[in-house]
């Protein structure tokens, strides 16, 4: 049966349902996360990738908004827990906890309202296409600017940004897009951070580039870092030094690691994928599933075995 958390309770998927004059829907003025869970099937465990650091970001961005809510980052992820138990989840899945205004209410403003959180979970496979690499269009749409609608928080409202760009890709017969900042360089995908591979050395950009700091861009910085021994350098990255790039990969929790083999019709290195994103695959597929100790502490298990 599917349960979802909804206004402090479990309840079946079709009591989970918010009214057309909830004050969120109309402005966009709600946060939420994206989160993994992996089924490792000789286990018999199921793992959420990065609970408490996706719960600390849900926190930090609903404080942003003035949205104070009841509960820690350790009682949603216990929360999450029991759901992903109630609901018997034994497959990969997405979960999507969201914080939004409840208030039937037409200001759009963000004090004197009541912040709420809905927590639900999907089966989920790859988002895009990991094996292979993808296509991508850099966006006639610049990213939103940190002094508009801050990327740096996972705000409903700024995903029109996300949807015009995807749509814009998809339309235009590309897998993804990537927006450039209303500086020109380059930002992110839709739902991805970037990284680019040149000279035996490995960049992205960094905050200051009007991006999400990404849960998985961290973790990837890591393992560059600690189990390639290659640098990371973070800094503003020019279009053309995309055309130019050895390698080109993007990381988000959905998009996992996916390589970029051509950008706007032009192949990146040899138009497949590169050595060093095939490595990095490799250990983030094993951590995540739980098949690597020394990066368990990345894991919540969900099942007591
Ligand atoms: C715009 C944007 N950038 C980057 C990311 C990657 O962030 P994370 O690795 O925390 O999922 C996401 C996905 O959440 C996103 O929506």
Redesign the pocket.
């Given at each position: 049966m599917e349960y979802i958390f909804f206004e402090g309770e479990f309840v079946p998927e079709e009591k989970a349902k918010i009214s057309i004059k909830t004050n969120s829907f109309h402005y966009g003025t709600a946060v939420f996360e994206?989160i993994r869970a992996y089924w490792n099937g000789k286990e018999g465990q199921l793992y959420i990738l990065f609970a408490r650091e996706h719960y600390e970001r849900l926190i930090s961005n609903s404080r942003a908004l003035f949205m104070e809510i009841k509960y820690s980052a350790d009682d949603l992820v216990d929360i999450t827990v029991n759901l992903l138990r109630k609901c018997e989840i034994r497959e990969d899945v997405y979960i999507r906890p969201i914080v939004y205004f409840k208030d039937l209410a037409l200001t759009p403003k963000l004090l004197g309202y009541t912040p709420e959180v809905a927590i639900y979970t999907y089966k989920f496979g790859r988002y895009l296409d990991t094996s292979k690499g993808i296509r991508v269009k850099i966006s006639s749409w610049r990213r939103n600017d940190d002094n508009s609608i801050p990327?740096r928080w996972?705000v409903a409202g700024a995903y029109v940004n996300?949807a015009l760009a995807k749509t814009e890709a998809l339309m235009s017969g590309y897998d993804e897009a990537i927006m450039l900042n209303k500086d020109g360089f380059v930002a992110?995908?839709?739902?991805?951070?970037i990284f680019i591979v040149k000279n035996g050395k490995v960049i992205t950009p960094g905050p200051s580039d009007h991006?999400?700091e990404?849960?998985?861009?961290t973790a990837v910085k890591n393992l560059i870092k600690n189990e390639l021994m290659m640098e990371v350098e973070e800094r503003s990255i020019m279009r053309s030094e995309l055309y130019s790039a050895d390698e080109v990969f993007l990381?988000?929790?959905?998009a996992e690691i996916t390589p970029v083999v051509e950008i706007d019709n032009r192949k990146i290195g040899k138009g497949e994928i590169g050595d060093t994103t095939k490595e990095l695959q490799r250990i983030y597929f094993n951590a995540v599933r739980g098949n690597m100790e020394k990066y368990k502490h990345w894991l919540t298990p969900v099942y007591e075995n």
């Open positions: 994206g990327s996972k996300s992110e995908g839709s739902g991805e951070n991006i999400l990404g849960i998985t861009r990381t988000g929790t959905a």
